[in-house]
């Protein structure tokens, strides 16, 4: 089993920075790929960005590519979204996700993931 614990989340204007943590504990093998995904109102959830923990290899949506940034600290299990240039159309729940394996053409998949967050708010204002 695996818990997931995201944190940083705020409310910022338009074109300002915000970086998300996302802690996962319990079993270390279950969470070779982890991601994040976002909900905003009356929208399904989509895949924001994906890190395979061994090698390290990133997915991006082309919504937030070169905007958002992937990363992890293998030693503390945690993995972080830093946001760039944030706009209005960001504002969504954003939710950290794990999973033992995922294919690289499912990595920003929700269905392809058993382990996630709680959610925590991101707003941006214009």
């Not at 690289?104 to 204002?125: E, F, H, K, M």
Request: with cysteine; glycine share 8%; charged share 20%.
């Amino acid at each position: 089993q695996v818990s997931l614990v995201e944190s940083g989340g705020d409310s910022v204007q338009a074109g300002g920075s915000l970086k998300l943590s996302c802690t996962a504990s319990g079993d270390r093998r279950l969470n070779n790929v982890m991601a994040w995904f976002r909900q905003a109102p009356g929208k399904e959830r989509e895949g924001v960005a994906a890190i395979y923990i061994v090698g390290g290899l990133t997915r991006y949506a082309d919504a937030v590519k070169d905007r958002f940034t992937i990363s992890q600290d293998i030693a503390e299990n945690t993995i972080y979204l830093h946001m760039t240039s944030l706009k209005p159309d960001d504002t969504a729940i954003y939710y950290c996700a794990a999973a033992f394996t995922v294919p690289d053409a499912r990595a920003l998949l929700p269905a392809a993931y058993n382990y996630w967050g709680q959610g925590i708010q991101v707003t941006v204002s214009s």
